[in-house]
């Protein structure tokens, strides 16, 4: 009578095939020539390279926020309205309210197909030709808009620069994610929010000052043409950055990975910093490539120790509950929501450029508090602020009378503080931290698309909304605010203040201790678990040089325990 077979001997021949594979991996990883790390050497380097991608990234997101807002008073505009009369909103033309929200709301649906069209093209394109395709469709975009003369000419424009918005917001995160440090990750990309803020209130004031040359079609085609400026930045600067290096490694560009990392650094390539971080990154690749093969969309439905599809439909939901709190009521609306409140049109425009300056200011809030604060927490202050606001804003709007009205301009300035503390940039810092390398691209397309999903949604409903019910629509808001209090706090982990590929091990304990990755995250000793998960099961390999000959060499038993165990790494010492 036969023995069953054990474990070991049940899955050896899968995990030998692994091995191999992974093995094949690891030795790509001691090819490295100095001479070809030389040749792709960045010219610019450390505090300079860093400058100039969070001038680039900080450029296109400055874009996104000249787009959202100048539309806000350009759709109350006499001469916009003599060229487009079909969004004339007047008792007589009942549908015009909505099709005065189709008009804004368009660009999202360009924006959605733009973010999923990153799903295919990301990847194989790259994070830099992917900005710049972005940027190129905009600048068409852009040309196309400012040229209209027909209703159906315009949406067709809006739809067309929508489409490299997409692109752009669904990569410029992750790009910037991928070349900063981890240290200075969370406030180098909330920056890249206050300048969302920085280009709505731009927006805002150049259509207050355009709003007097009210002879002339050039009220609107010039705002709308000055966007040119910063996507011709944008277009112009990419090129002369490096690609991210973790899509360098993923896609064999070894020499050209370590040159940009030693770059990123400003130390040599040598240096125990920058091949700590090479391996971090080669290990990862290595491992997910030998247990998944090539990247796919099917990979963000899987869970295992890569918990792909939890942190997918994080990312989602973050993106989602980002519009659904109501801001693009605020930044799309200012202008008509302050004429709502009783003010003259052009008071109602100093109001709203005012608003939008406030709005930059308090940004700066959550540029200083990311790193101190964390993640969550301002979350959770920025959707509790949110719901008390749209909530008075209920009660006033149902007082109805002068002194109400004056409170609840006041507090439309508060919305837009709690939003910049809580949700300005933190949803696109949070979606580029939490996807793994393998699906950061797909992954971070899906949450963009999300997005601007909901965008349309809250933008195309107001309008009509606060034509039928009034003051009521805030209550909506107010509901909507205080249900992502219980989400962020039950469901979503602290990512800051580690390397994005200790995010991978935070989920990867958590799934083999069978623990919420949101206590995993949050445990005081999450940084010494991550330690000691590497160094004990397998370390980096040798990080202190770039040759074999350096004593520490791969060991099947560790690479098995890698594939079998979940073990974040691939080496273990010799010495």
Not at 439 to 468: D, E, H, I, K
Request: aromatic share 12%; charged share 15%.
């Amino acid at each position: 009578m036969s023995l069953p077979p054990t474990d070991q001997e049940k899955y050896w021949p899968s995990i030998a095939e692994k091995t191999d594979a992974v093995q094949e991996q690891i030795n790509q990883q001691f090819d490295l020539d100095p001479a070809d790390i030389a040749i792709h050497a960045p010219s610019l380097r450390g505090r300079k390279l860093t400058a100039a991608v969070a001038f680039v990234a900080g450029t296109g997101f400055t874009l996104l926020g000249y787009d959202q807002g100048v539309m806000s008073s350009l759709i109350t505009g006499n001469q916009f309205e003599a060229t487009f009369p079909e969004v004339v909103v007047e008792a007589s033309h009942p549908n015009h309210a909505t099709l005065q929200s189709f008009t804004i709301a368009i660009y999202e649906v360009g924006c959605l197909f733009g973010a999923l069209s990153n799903l295919w093209v990301g990847d194989k394109l790259g994070r830099r030709r992917t900005i710049a395709l972005g940027g190129s469709i905009m600048m068409i975009g852009a040309i196309l808009q400012t040229t209209a003369f027909s209703f159906a000419h315009l949406i067709f424009a809006r739809i067309f620069t929508g489409c490299g918005t997409g692109l752009i917001t669904s990569t410029v995160p992750t790009y910037h994610a991928e070349l900063s440090p981890s240290a200075k990750r969370g406030r180098m990309i909330m920056m890249e929010g206050t300048l969302i803020v920085a280009g709505v209130a731009i927006a805002y004031w150049i259509d207050l000052a355009l709003f007097f040359v009210n002879w002339s079609s050039a009220q609107w085609r010039v705002p709308i043409s000055l966007q040119l400026v910063f996507e011709i930045i944008v277009v112009a600067c990419i090129g002369f950055l490096p690609e991210s290096p973790r899509w360098l490694v993923k896609h064999g560009r070894n020499a050209e990975a370590m040159a940009v990392i030693s770059a990123m650094e400003d130390k040599p390539p040598s240096d125990p910093e920058v091949q700590r971080t090479y391996y971090g990154i080669r290990e990862a690749v290595a491992v997910e490539t030998s247990t998944t093969g090539q990247g796919s969309l099917r990979e963000l439905i899987t869970g295992g120790r890569s918990q792909n599809f939890r942190r997918t439909v994080i990312a989602v939901v973050c993106q989602m509950m980002q519009q659904l709190t109501g801001i693009n009521l605020v930044t799309y609306y200012a202008t008509i929501l302050f004429q709502r409140l009783g003010l003259s049109d052009v008071n109602a425009r100093i109001t709203a450029a005012a608003n939008g300056t406030e709005y930059f200011l308090a940004s700066f809030i959550a540029y200083y508090a990311i790193d101190y604060v964390g993640r969550r927490q301002l979350m959770l202050i920025g959707a509790i602020g949110q719901s008390i606001v749209m909530l008075l804003l209920a009660i006033l709007g149902y007082i109805n009378n002068g002194p109400a009205q004056i409170v609840s301009v006041v507090l439309l300035f508060g919305f837009n503080t709690f939003f910049a503390i809580g949700w300005l940039g933190m949803a696109w810092l949070y979606c580029a931290e939490l996807a793994g390398l393998r699906t950061r691209a797909q992954a971070n397309a899906l949450s963009t698309a999300s997005n601007w999903t909901f965008n349309f949604v809250v933008v195309m409903v107001v309008g009509p909304s606060f034509n039928n019910i009034s003051w009521r629509t805030y209550i909506v808001f107010a509901a909507l605010n205080a249900a992502i209090v219980p989400v962020v706090y039950f469901f979503f982990p602290e990512t800051g203040g580690r390397s994005l590929e200790d995010l991978d091990v935070v989920f990867a304990l958590a799934h083999t201790a069978g623990e919420d990755p949101v206590k995993v995250s949050l445990r005081k000793d999450i940084r010494k678990d991550i330690h000691q998960n590497r160094n004990n099961n397998v370390a980096f390999g040798n990080r202190w040089g770039l040759a074999r000959s350096q004593g520490c060499v791969p060991k099947y038993s560790a690479v098995s325990n890698t594939i079998q165990f979940g073990s974040s790494c691939l080496f273990e010492y010799t010495r």
